[in-house]
């Protein structure tokens, strides 16, 4: 069974910053593409940046600029580093990962739980 668990959420100020993780365990083969995404009350769940497995990353219009994603393929771990952070960012933020364990040929995307982040102004 794959789990992904995220850390890092939490209450900051606006202008602030806060550093995401979301690791990956499991029978874990391979891991393709990796991705945030946010969905605030009443709203859907949006992307917020995501990495393939080469390293291109996308950044949604509203956080280009201000957040950066990266990952360690050796710890099976994809981060989100957030600055000049906005009340307009709160949300609940999912981590997915779209990966191969070992027991199967096609790859399948596995979601976080998710955590909080709350920005004040």
């Known amino acids: 069974q794959v789990q992904l668990v995220e850390a890092g959420g939490g209450l900051v100020q606006a202008g602030g910053s806060l550093r995401l993780s979301c690791a990956a365990s499991?029978?874990?083969?391979?891991?393709?593409?990796m991705g945030w995404y946010r969905q605030a009350p009443g709203t859907q769940r949006e992307l917020v940046a995501s990495v393939t497995r080469g390293g291109t990353t996308n950044y949604a219009d509203s956080v280009q600029g201000r957040f950066t994603i990266s990952r360690d393929d050796a710890k099976n771990t994809v981060y989100l580093q957030m600055n000049s952070l906005k009340p307009e960012d709160t949300a609940v933020y999912y981590c997915?990962?779209?990966?191969?364990?070992?027991?199967?040929?096609?790859?399948?995307?596995?979601w976080g739980q998710g955590t909080q982040v709350t920005v004040s102004s």
């Open positions: 997915n990962a779209d990966l191969f364990t070992r027991y199967t040929f096609t790859s399948k995307t596995y």
């Open positions: 499991g029978s874990i083969s391979s891991m393709n593409g």
